[in-house]
T-cell receptor
Framework: NAGVTQTPKFQVLKTGQSMTLQCAQD?????MYWYRQDPGMGLRLIYY???????DKGEVPNGYNVSRLNKREFSLRLESAAPSQTSVYFC?????????????FGSGTRLTVV | GENVEQHPSTLSVQEGDSAVIKCTYS??????FPWYKQELGKRPQLIID?????GEKKDQRIAVTLNKTAKHFSLHITETQPEDSAVYFC????????????FGAGTQVVVTP
């Protein structure tokens, strides 16, 4: 099993360009998440999807949109990139309920906006 | 919403010594507390977790303790080794739910030979 797969691994954008970060999981998890990681700030939740067909805002949603395409896939879109969106982006998935055992993270996307 | 504070932000220990990282949380309804280890350039990986019906959990050289009354939990690493050098994140969430985690800011642990 691949777990959580993210693409691309690296990306450089010019201010104002758009792009979509892709994420897919093969663990049959219901819940998926997008986090950004900045130095000294830990991991901050951008958007999450509790189950197929639902999405909701996290702590830092401004400038982003998401699509839960199906149970496996959860994409993050930057419509008009800004330098403040330079960050490392992690997708994650998890089971729900008392049996949950934390997140499984993808390998990350390092995004630079110039 | 939940707020998780983590201390210290950096920790330097001699190989063989113990390391302790502490986190506090704000929401008394939180009942799931995982710890993640992130090596340089890698993804965070779950190393241990604890639920609110348990006070302590151990897995070889790592242990986590939870004080629900004081709303804090700690990660203990004994007999540290150079491969323990990494950033460690604590987190808290309320379950059963869809499992949203609130992370601490992280602790950079450096183990010197």
């Amino acid at each position: 099993n691949a777990g959580v797969t993210q693409t691309p691994k690296f990306q450089v954008l010019k201010t104002g360009q758009s792009m979509t970060l892709q994420c897919a999981q093969d663990m049959n998890h219901n819940s998926m998440y997008w986090y950004r990681q900045d130095p000294g700030m830990g991991l901050r939740l951008i958007y999450y999807s509790a189950s197929e067909g639902t999405t909701d805002k996290g702590e830092v949603p401004n400038g982003y949109n998401v699509s839960r395409l199906n149970k496996r896939e959860f994409s993050l879109r930057l419509e008009s990139a800004a330098p403040s969106q330079t960050s490392v982006y992690f997708c994650a998935s998890s089971e729900e309920g008392q049996g949950a055992h934390g997140y499984t993270f993808g390998s990350g996307t390092r995004l630079t906006v110039v | 919403g939940e707020n998780v504070e983590q201390h210290p932000s950096t920790l330097s220990v001699q190989e063989g010594d113990s390391a302790v990282i502490k986190c506090t949380y704000s929401d008394s309804a939180s009942n799931y507390f995982p710890w993640y280890k992130q090596e340089l350039g890698k993804r965070p990986q779950l190393i241990i977790d604890i639920r609110s019906n348990v006070g302590e959990k151990k897995d070889q050289r790592i242990a986590v303790t939870l004080n629900k009354t004081a709303k804090h939990f700690s990660l203990h690493i004994t007999e540290t080794q150079p491969e323990d050098s990494a950033v460690y994140f604590c987190a808290a969430s309320i379950t059963p739910s869809w499992g949203k985690l609130q992370f601490g800011a992280g602790t950079q642990v450096v183990v010197t030979p």
